[in-house]
């Protein structure tokens, strides 16, 4: 067996070689092949090529230094080499050093390697005796006895190109380089952990998207997780399709329910990769061979990234990241702790490089328009509320950022750049009016945000391509939404009595929209429809600006206290009163006593479920009541005409309510003027009090957050098997996403997008009404 490995692995050999080779005893070469005998085979090396093995996937991992034995530790199970990645066993030169050679200095190792009919690479295993077991046909096992022979070679040897053949390496070692010539990742699969996840992180942020494009390969099932909302997957889903010829798909503007049936039936074919916005969890099970969940970016978030490695159990779970983001995140436990190094990242920075050239041109082609809409949601999921905040950037700094990535990483404009650097002139532009209202002017003034139309308010369509203004309206409001760091505790707020639209550079004293002149009060009892659930609040604090007294009837005993925090800013003029102790006769007198005896304007909250009404509100009268719940209160509406002194009232309702409301009365009409509060638009009479509710539901942490958890309150008091512990949630979290602007993009409205990520949950609640399933689904933070 001594010139085992000469005969079976050697593809060059130098006339030296061949010479000393022919001086030596050489013994058959014996391979086991299934059942078969073992074969004596004498080759003259002098003439004859060296017998390969029958299969072409057997792959050989030299050793670059000699100093690495086969039986140093691997760090992590992936340790990274730098010699260049494994070759098919037929490209691999015989390396043979030049130290004396003695026959009698005789090293032997013996190495199983392992490959299943189909070529693909499985486990390796190192044995000291011949296995007398019968391998099954699924199988050929290669027995490979190789002796290192010591013997001074001529002077004129010509093996100066060749590599050393020192002793074998290790099992995880031999597996890494194997995949670099591999046009599918899949090789590693049958050494991954499914209960282990794993981090490949990257030292140029550029090779973030395309390092996940590598390890996308065919007959995979892969859910990418971006770092971004809905809106930019339009642009990530071409760039991998280029990249990989692979199919990539994401639903749009779906229910949570249809979303997740729409990915499972993409998921179910092979070739497939589900692209999912960061922000949710769909109900994915991922069981199976060739499934991948890859994650794009640090996760912020330690019991969000449990959650997804829970649910859909794939095979292969890992996180590509950029090296320098690790610092930005506190993440608890780090991401060292819960992940291991990904095996084989020579082997993967091989086919990084193959693909980068293909990445790149597509990466340029992709228009700017898509890039855009990128832009503008980093800055939203990096801003104060957003899931990917960084507490080390202030404004000017998030957006510098913003800037940075979209010229650097994403190429945008990448021709007008000029010595490496853009012009912030030719960056996207926002709207002044949302400048403002986030209190961003110092990156105005710095020079590193641009403004497009000073005249335009915080959704700012006209930030967009005309193109883009349709489909992507809820894009344009996510932009710059959010306040970030310090500027949240600083942000000014518009008084709701102003009734002069004030724009930079222009008079100060110019006329709001004439729509909100025309708007005149009604007598009666009305209903004002609102096409959007955040427009509630709004539309509340625009009608109380136009009376002096109005009562207020809201649902939820423990919700006053946080309304009367949000409604005492939305309306600096008037006086707030809420009772000061929920379901009590008394507190709900005391208020209404102050109510009535205060001589300014003031409005009054109390539940519409308050069955009596304190009676000196009959004996005062009232200018206005307004009516605002989650079910329909007509019939305490009704209840309390003939306990007020009021001839003017109205419900707010939602589209879905007006047939509700239709049949359950008739002399409720709509109000004469709800038309003209339907507006969207910075035209709307609603357009100024909308800025300030944004601006107040920003920094009024304390009072949204209570206002969640009393909706949780409510949901939760029925019964799981009425109302699930998920049911609860998502409800809960839709409320908070359209009405308090907090939340996931996929929970809220399309025209008033979240500004804000999801707020937490108190254990206390989860363990009080048995929400963890819920919990364990990623529908709550914990917090």
């Not at 292969?316 to 702790?337: F, H, K």
């Not at 507490?391 to 990483?409: G, S, T």
């Not at 710095?446 to 700012?460: F, T």
């Not at 409604?567 to 009535?596: G, H, M, T, W």
């Amino acid at each position: 067996h001594a010139a085992e490995c000469l005969a079976t692995a050697a593809t060059t050999l130098s006339d030296a070689a061949r010479a000393a080779a022919e001086s030596l005893a050489i013994e058959p070469i014996s391979i086991g092949i299934s059942d078969s005998v073992e074969a004596s085979i004498t080759h003259d090396l002098a003439h004859e090529a060296p017998a390969l093995p029958p299969l072409s996937s057997i792959l050989l991992h030299p050793v670059s230094e000699s100093g690495v034995t086969p039986d140093e530790p691997d760090k992590g199970n992936a340790q990274s080499h730098e010699n260049t990645g494994g070759k098919d066993i037929s490209e691999v030169s015989v390396a043979i050093q030049r130290s004396p050679l003695r026959t009698q200095d005789v090293e032997e190792e013996r190495w199983l390697v392992n490959c299943d009919i189909k070529n693909e690479l499985v486990p390796l295993a190192q044995t000291s005796e011949q296995s007398g077991e019968t391998e099954e046909t699924s199988s050929i096992n290669i027995e490979v006895a190789r002796e290192v022979m010591t013997e001074v070679l001529p002077a004129d040897s010509d093996l100066n190109d060749v590599i050393s053949l020192e002793k074998a390496p290790n099992v995880a070692a031999m597996m890494d380089s194997t995949l670099g010539e591999l046009a599918n990742i899949r090789g590693m699969e049958q050494v991954i952990d499914p209960k282990q996840s794993y981090r490949i992180l990257v030292e140029n942020e550029l090779d973030v998207l395309l390092t996940v494009c590598a390890l996308i390969g065919q007959n995979q099932r892969v859910i990418c997780y971006m770092p971004s909302g809905t809106p930019p997957l339009s642009f990530y889903k071409p760039l991998i399709e280029a990249a990989t010829g692979v199919v990539a798909y994401f639903p749009e503007r779906m229910s949570p329910t249809r979303r997740d049936a729409a990915y499972k039936r993409t998921l179910e074919a092979s070739n497939s990769v589900a692209l999912v916005p960061g922000t949710i969890l769909p109900d994915i099970l991922m069981e199976g061979e060739n499934t991948w969940v890859i994650h794009v970016g640090c996760p912020p978030s330690y019991e969000k990234y449990v959650s997804r490695f829970k649910k859909h159990r794939a095979q292969n779970n890992v996180i590509v990241a950029y090296s320098g983001d690790l610092e930005l995140y506190t993440l608890r436990p780090s991401l060292m702790d819960i992940t291991q190094i990904w095996p084989g990242r020579d082997s993967l920075d091989a086919s990084i490089d193959k693909l980068r050239r293909v990445f790149d041109d597509s990466l340029t082609k992709i228009s700017d328009e898509l890039k855009e809409k990128v832009y503008a949601d980093w800055i939203q999921t990096h801003s104060v509320y957003g899931p990917r905040y960084v507490k080390a950037w202030d404004p000017i700094k998030l957006v510098e950022q913003a800037n940075r990535y979209l010229v650097h990483i994403l190429l945008y404009r990448y021709k007008d750049l000029v010595s490496n650097t853009l012009e912030s002139k030719i960056l996207p532009r926002v709207s002044w009016g949302f400048v403002t209202q986030n209190s961003l002017e110092p990156t105005y003034e710095a020079g590193v945000l641009q403004v497009k139309d000073r005249d335009s308010g915080p959704n700012h369509i006209s930030s967009l391509p005309q193109a883009d203004v349709k489909s992507s309206a809820a894009a344009s409001t996510r932009v710059f939404t959010p306040t970030t760091g310090r500027t949240a505790s600083i942000l000014s707020t518009q008084t709701s009595t102003d009734t002069k639209a004030k724009v930079p550079g222009k008079d100060s004293n110019a006329q709001i929209p004439s729509a909100e002149a025309d708007f005149k009060p009604a007598s009666g009892h009305t209903y004002l429809p609102i096409e959007e659930e955040f427009d509630a609040i709004p539309l509340i604090g625009f009608m109380a600006e136009k009376y002096d007294k109005v009562i207020c009837f809201l649902e939820g005993h423990g919700s006053l206290r946080h309304y009367q925090k949000l409604f005492k800013k939305i309306l600096p003029s008037a006086q707030v009163i809420a009772p000061e102790a929920i379901s009590s006769d008394q507190a709900n007198n005391d208020a209404a006593s102050r109510f009535v005896n205060t001589s300014s304007r003031s409005m009054l909250l109390l539940t519409y479920s308050t069955t009596n009404l304190p009676s000196m509100l009959r004996e005062s009268k009232v200018g206005y009541c307004i009516y605002w719940g989650f079910h329909l209160p007509v019939k305490q509406a009704k209840k309390h005409r003939g306990q007020l002194t009021c001839s003017s009232s109205a419900i707010i309702i939602t589209k879905s309510q007006q047939a509700e409301l239709k049949k359950q009365s008739a002399d409720i009409t709509e109000h004469a003027n709800a038309r003209t509060l339907l507006d969207l638009g910075p035209r709307s009479p609603l357009w100024p009090m909308r800025n300030t509710t944004v601006s107040i539901l920003m920094t009024e942490e304390a009072a949204v957050k209570g206002l969640y958890v009393n909706r949780i309150y409510g949901l939760g008091t029925v019964s799981r098997a009425e109302r699930s512990a998920q049911e609860v949630l998502r409800m809960a979290n839709r409320y908070s996403a359209k009405v308090l602007l907090r939340g996931d993009l996929e929970d809220g409205s399309e025209q008033f997008p979240p500004v804000a990520g999801r707020l937490p949950v108190p254990r206390t609640v989860v363990d009080r009404f048995q929400l963890q399933p819920a919990v364990t689904e990623g529908l709550a933070i914990i917090g």
